[in-house]
Each structure stands twice: as C-alpha cells, then as structure tokens.
C-alpha cells in the first residue's frame, strides 16, 4: 500500500508583533526607570516651595522661639529661661487678649456662615447672582486703614448708624466707646470686610459639586436648608475645613489695620488680640523677646485651634 508521506512541522515563528522574552525584560527595566523618574518628579516641583517655607518662613520661627528665652533692656541676649513667659501671664492687657481669642473663636461659624450661604446663593442663580459677586468681593480690595476711617465715621456716637438708631425709637450705642460692645463692633467689621475671599473659595468648591445631586433632592421635594444641610455641607466638607482655618488664622492676624484705626486696643484694653499686643510690646515699650514670647504663644494657640477644628469637622463629615 501506498504511504503518505507525514508533512514535516516546521516551527512556528513569532509574529513580529509578539515580543521576545529578552523584549519583555528590556522593557520591564525601561518602565522601572520611567516609575523612578515619575516617583521623584513630585519631589522635584515642590523642593523650592518646600525650600522658600523652610528659608523665609521656619528658620524665622525657630529665631523667634529662640529670641523668647532671652532677655531686653539690661539682659539684652541673656537666657532668662521662661521669665517672659511668665510676665506675659501676669499682664492683664495679654490676658484681656487671650479672652478675645476665645471670643474670636465663638464667632468663627458666623465668620464662615455669610460667605457659605451667600455662595450658595450665588450657585442656586438668584436673580442677579452676577452683580453680588461683584459687590460681595469688593471690600475685599479695600485697604484696612480705609475700612477703619470708614467704619469710624459711620459707627461715631453721632454717626449715620446711631441717627439709623434713633429713627426707628432705639436710643444711641456707643459702637467704639463701650468696653462691653467695642470687639464685637470691630469683628463685624472684619467678617464684612474679608467674607468676599472666604465666597470665592466657596464658589470654586461648587465648582466641584455633583449638581445632579442637588437636582435629585429637589425632585425628591427637599427644602434648601435640608438641600445645604445633607447635600451641600457633606459635599462642600473640605472646602469648609480649608475655609475654618484660614478665617480662624486671618482673624488672629489680620485686624491689626482694624484694631489700630477703629480703637488703638481700647477702650480699657477690651480690643486687644495678640498680634495687637505685640506689636506695643515691641513698638511702644522697645520690648523684643517679650514680643517673641507673645509670637510664640499666638503660633502655638493658632496651630491647637486649627487642629481640633479639622478634627471637628472631619469627625462630623463621617457621622453625615
């Protein structure tokens, strides 16, 4: 019987597409070099911010502590230990501003509460919702010292708010002569002259916002203030924990123009802050290291503040 012949098999070659094993180790070595340059390519970008914050900003920090344990006036650069500290806790006017802070800190939500809701405003387009951006973020090119002038002619014993007053039967306030009233009148001023940067970073939250989100709630037949208590503020967490501590912070030492325009820290002391005192330690009395000792202690309450406020609010972010 005839046989037929079994074809030869020939070995099958590669496509030219399929990478060889030695291939595939050259380009594993090529990625591993692309990830080493990708994993210290963010070192890289943010090596001179890291570099101008530890020059123009630690360095100075850790001078001033230093310069707090010394002394002034005849023990000029000597260590006196904790002296300063000690005679910045005996003072009444450092204390009186210390009792500010903690007032300052009470009137934090109301702080963050105008910006946040006029924002909301502004998102949901209230009829003219263009302009009040405008206008909300005006005084907030204003200078302090302008503000200050303005405020003074306006809130006078016999100013354009106490006539306001006496128009609709309320007797006259003394806005800047009353101990018991004159921090509430500066902080006022304050919130109305700075909410305008507080709103913008608001805004640029919502940017960010799921608006399905909020249109789903409304069909579901939710009020606004459910709308902003369980849609908005979950949705808007870090924002306002970024908004909480750089109102905090700019309260604590940006009303120097305010405090030394409106009232020059009286009457009786009742409108001194810690940067306030500061600057008449080391300005009027030629008092340095018991300035550095007030900077020190400003830094450290700003830095507990700001702290527990993130963890505040991060705890209440979980329980929504």
């Known amino acids: 019987m005839p046989t037929t012949a079994t074809p030869l098999r020939t070995p099958v070659r590669a496509r030219s597409g399929t990478p060889t094993p030695r291939r595939r180790v050259r380009s594993g ?28 900003r630690l360095y100075p920090l850790a001078l001033g502590v230093n310069f707090s344990f010394t002394g002034d006036g005849e023990r000029n650069g000597q260590a006196v230990g904790l002296d300063n500290y000690t005679v910045l806790f005996d003072d009444p006017l450092f204390i009186a501003s210390m009792r500010n802070v903690g007032l300052l800190v009470l009137l934090l939500p109301v702080a963050v509460a ?12 209230v009829p003219g919702h263009r302009v009040y951006r405008s206008v909300y973020f005006f005084p907030a090119v204003l200078s302090p010292v302008i503000i200050g002038a303005i405020f ?41 002259a700075t909410f305008g940067m507080a709103l913008v970073v ?38 306002i924990q970024f908004v909480v501590v750089t109102t905090m912070i700019g309260m604590l030492t940006s009303m120097f123009g305010l405090l030394y325009v409106m009232t020059g820290g009286g009457p009786e002391g009742s409108t001194y802050l810690p940067e306030y005192y500061i600057w008449f330690q080391q300005g009027q009395m030629g008092r340095p290291a018991l300035a550095s000792a007030a900077s020190t202690v400003l830094f450290g309450v700003m830095l507990v503040v700001g702290l527990a406020q993130i963890a505040v609010l991060r705890r209440a972010g979980r329980e929504d």
């Open 114 to 125: 105008i910006p946040g809701l006029l924002a909301t405003f502004i998102y949901l387009r």
């Open 29 to 56: 070595r090529g990625a591993a070099g692309t990830s080493r340059s990708e994993r210290l390519a963010p070192y890289l970008l943010v090596a001179p911010a890291v570099l101008i914050i530890g020059v123009f």
């Open 152 to 192: 003074n002619l306006l809130l006078a014993f016999d100013g354009p708010a106490n006539a306001l007053l006496g128009a609709v039967g309320l007797g006259p306030v003394d806005w800047l002569g009353d101990p018991d009233v004159a921090m509430y009148a500066v902080v006022g001023v304050h919130i109305w």
């Open 202 to 239: 608001f805004l640029a939250g919502f940017a960010t916002l799921d608006a399905s989100l909020i249109d789903a709630a409304r069909v579901d037949g939710a009020s606004l203030p459910k709308v902003v208590r369980h849609v908005i503020v979950p949705g808007l967490s870090r924002t």
